[in-house]
């Protein structure tokens, strides 16, 4: 429900809130009443199924979680476990799935097999730095030194944002994923999160998971960007993440018909697995803003016409 105009004025501190000196109030009331109806139609549109859980201002998903007190979250079961139990490619024989653990998946479209878990690090958070690049780059790292070691080692994307810059990166300003990886060979790996810490600005800290050098996935071939993460892992991806429907995301199979598959790229994340959902294909897309956002900062992207580009620029490391 609103909160009323009085409550809303509490909460912001405001006496009146119309009151001349907080002029922003009226705008945000409205942007908000906008976005609200936004969310209704999504609800509308999506089929809820088994593993739905309908909540698109819980955990602060929209921009005004400080003015609007956001809901309970209410599901029946976690929405991982849920997915893991309802899909026809990630079921597996027998195997519990700690949240922070997903797997890469089997490319069969017909025959579950039991996989182990451990190659994906928790949900990190970009937050207001435009650094995703470098969350994609050491999500498909960490996954690619854990195939090798079968140690789950979370990687450092502030070494990244500090010292790639002569590889034509520009920190919070955006990059690429190709350039990290560039950086990482020729600086003979990457630190680990623990041992970089926050920033340095040098490469002093003990280097991991040296690569000899990265593969560009066949643009848009759906199928060798799941055998790429069948065979190696979590993928780095690049999408168009422009559109409010994004934005809003809470759960079912994400579909935006205005997507572009390839002009309009401006966001990278990481492919971790794939399946079948009522009959619909998907990706299971991990995000780097933090688990308020999607269902615990994932979100499933359809396959359907390559829809928002996820096949479109997919890359993995070849470590040493």
């Known amino acids: 429900?609103?909160?009323?105009?009085?409550?809303?004025?509490?909460?912001?501190?405001?006496?009146?809130?119309?009151?001349?000196?907080?002029?922003?109030?009226?705008?945000?009331?409205?942007?908000?009443?906008?976005?609200?109806?936004?969310?209704?139609?999504?609800?509308?549109?999506?089929?809820?199924?088994?593993?739905?859980?309908?909540?698109?201002?819980?955990?602060?998903?929209?921009?005004?979680?400080?003015?609007?007190?956001?809901?309970?979250?209410?599901?029946?079961?976690?929405?991982?476990?849920?997915?893991?139990?309802?899909?026809?490619?990630?079921?597996?024989?027998?195997?519990?799935?700690?949240?922070?653990?997903?797997?890469?998946?089997?490319?069969?479209?017909s025959l579950p097999i039991p996989l182990s878990p451990g190659a994906v690090t928790p949900v990190k958070d970009q937050a207001v730095c435009g650094s995703c690049w470098s969350f994609a780059t050491t999500g498909a790292m960490e996954g690619a030194l854990f195939l090798k070691t079968g140690v789950l080692t979370p990687l450092s994307q502030q070494v990244l944002i500090d010292c790639s810059w002569g590889f034509g990166n520009y920190a919070c300003d955006g990059g690429e994923e190709w350039r990290a990886y560039e950086w990482i060979k020729k600086h003979g790996g990457i630190a680990s999160t623990e041992s970089y810490g926050t920033y340095k600005g040098q490469v002093r800290s003990e280097m991991l998971a040296k690569i000899t050098g990265y593969v560009n996935v066949t643009s848009g071939n759906i199928t060798a960007v799941k055998a790429a993460i069948y065979k190696h892992g979590p993928v780095a991806v690049s999408i168009d993440a422009s559109h409010k429907t994004f934005s809003f995301y809470s759960n079912g199979i994400y579909y935006e018909p205005k997507c572009g598959e390839s002009g309009a790229l401006d966001h990278a994340v990481l492919a971790v697995g794939y399946g079948v959902l009522q009959g619909e294909t998907y990706w299971l897309i991990k995000n780097s803003w933090s688990t308020y956002w999607g269902n615990d900062g994932y979100i499933l992207m359809a396959m359907k016409d390559n829809n928002c580009g996820v096949a479109t620029e997919a890359t993995y490391p070849i470590l040493a």
Do not use: Y
């Open 1 to 109: 429900a609103l909160l009323s105009v009085s409550a809303l004025g509490t909460r912001w501190g405001c006496a009146v809130p119309w009151d001349p000196h907080f002029p922003m109030v009226p705008a945000l009331l409205t942007n908000w009443k906008m976005e609200e109806g936004l969310i209704q139609q999504e609800a509308a549109r999506l089929a809820l199924g088994p593993c739905s859980v309908w909540c698109p201002r819980c955990k602060g998903s929209h921009r005004f979680a400080g003015a609007f007190a956001p809901a309970p979250r209410f599901s029946t079961k976690p929405w991982l476990r849920c997915l893991w139990e309802h899909s026809e490619t990630l079921r597996p024989a027998s195997v519990s799935l700690p949240l922070a653990l997903i797997p890469w998946c089997h490319p069969s479209l």
